[in-house]
């Protein structure tokens, strides 16, 4: 997760804070009103600051109400923030938030005596099926504190632990600063894929070397984008032959949303990898899900169809970094009926195409996922290390733990937790 909360601070400063939690408050769709208040927020804590308390902060459940604040938060602390519709829709529409409205609290905020929130953690509910069972998980979202209160931070983070009604806890986009926090509390390494590596293509050769080097700060970058671009090309093209499209197979189907077939498909996934924990992929959990950045044309489905029937299919996720203009495009998932993996590398072969043509920088594979037996190997040619494992996991009861050892258990992939949402 982006985090904000363990940015220089003594991991085992909390033990005098106060837990305060309040009854879940009864859910209604919250106003669509814009962010206008952040700057009175703002104002409100550094009179607070101005003002010390010698009352320790409190844990309470977090609300809709908290919005405004909790956006307020997360801005000044350099974290992305969300329009208020889209916040909330974290939760509102989600499947097992539904089922459960009213019993799961969306997060938890640290707030001071004078009602200023100064750390919050989001609850987001993840459904999983494994071994004919259906599973729980929570995962911790947007955990964020101010810098005067982040010897509290590990608290805010234990409050994901401490329900009962979950079957285990997951992080999948735990970001170096949080890392430390998360090993300080016994979670572990989800034990397949690669978490601290990326695997790209290139797809706009120029457009990625100038994006490059302006996140490197060297001047010129646009005229200097022109021979790095050429370097890159001529590397990858000594280095492999590369990856081809084959827009001629009528049995790939771009889809624009997500059909009935895809409950079908769910159902036959379910049952062909019953000895693994899954996350759910039904038609609601999905629309769900992406529905987003469906809306916005972010999002890319591709199906591979036996006639009428769903037999394998891959996501793709536009997914920008900004402060370096770069143009990037995720490869989310990809799932397959047994006899159908070898469809991956077809799939992919679509993507990289499509990302040429529309001038997209790079397509890349967080987690390096995809790399686990049962699918055909698709060296990339670049592979960097990144400054922490981004997925982890703890589960609440000794059984569940245990099984959640053996790798054999796991298929992850950049669909699981947060990662693309």
């Known amino acids: 997760m982006e985090s904000a909360?363990?940015?220089?601070?003594?991991?085992?400063?909390?033990?005098?804070?106060?837990?305060?939690?309040?009854?879940s408050p009864e859910i209604s769709r919250p106003s669509t009103t814009g962010r206008s208040e952040f700057q009175n927020e703002t104002t409100t804590l550094k009179k607070e600051q101005r003002q010390p308390s010698t009352r320790h902060p409190?844990?309470?459940e977090a609300c809709f109400e908290d919005y405004t604040q909790i956006a307020a938060l997360q801005s000044r602390n350099g974290l992305a923030t969300r329009s208020r519709e889209e916040w909330a829709a974290l939760w509102i529409g989600n499947p097992v938030f539904e089922q459960r409205r009213g019993q799961w609290p969306i997060g938890w905020v640290l707030e001071t005596e004078g009602g200023a929130l100064v750390g919050f953690i989001g609850n987001l509910p993840v459904a999983y099926s494994y071994r004919g069972q259906d599973?729980?998980?929570?995962?911790?979202?947007?955990?964020v504190v101010d810098p005067g209160y982040r010897g509290y931070s590990m608290s805010l983070l234990g409050c994901i632990l401490r329900r009962k009604d979950v079957d285990f806890a997951i992080g999948t986009t735990i970001s170096a600063n949080a890392e430390q926090g998360y090993r300080a509390l016994g979670w572990s390494r989800v034990p397949v894929g690669a978490w601290d590596k990326s695997e790209f293509w290139i797809t706009n050769y120029r457009g990625f070397s100038e994006s490059v080097l302006r996140m490197k700060s060297i001047p010129l970058s646009w005229a200097l984008s022109y021979p790095a671009a050429a370097g890159l090309f001529l590397r990858d093209k000594i280095t492999g032959p590369g990856m081809?499209?084959?827009?001629?197979?009528?049995?790939?189907?771009?889809?624009g949303q997500f059909d009935s077939r895809f409950d079908d498909f769910w159902a036959e996934l379910k049952h062909q990898n019953h000895n693994v924990l899954l996350a759910v992929r039904s038609r609601e959990t999905l629309d769900w899900h992406f529905q987003y950045s469906l809306r916005r044309g972010k999002t890319w489905i591709l199906a591979f169809c036996e006639g009428s029937r769903l037999s394998a299919y891959a996501i793709f996720n536009r997914q920008d970094n900004p402060a370096s203009h770069l143009q990037r495009v995720r490869l989310i998932d990809f799932q397959a009926f047994r006899g159908f993996e070898a469809v991956l590398?077809?799939?992919?072969?679509?993507?990289?195409?499509?990302?040429?043509e529309q001038g997209i920088h790079i397509l890349e594979s967080g987690g390096c996922w995809a790399v686990r037996p049962g699918l055909p190997k698709i060296p990339a040619p670049y592979s960097p290390t990144l400054p922490s494992w981004s997925y982890y996991y703890k589960a609440n009861s000794p059984e569940l733990r245990t099984t959640l050892k053996d790798p054999a258990a796991w298929v992850p992939t950049s669909f699981d937790g947060d990662a693309s949402l």
Do not use: F
């Open 5 to 23: 909360a363990t940015q220089g601070i003594g991991l085992y400063q909390d033990s005098n804070l106060m837990h305060q939690p309040r009854s």
């Open 345 to 356: 590398p077809v799939l992919l072969g679509w993507g990289l195409q499509k990302c040429r």
């Open 244 to 255: 081809t499209a084959d827009r001629s197979n009528s049995r790939i189907e771009p889809c």
């Open 58 to 60: 409190k844990i309470r």
């Open 135 to 143: 599973l729980v998980a929570a995962t911790g979202i947007s955990w």
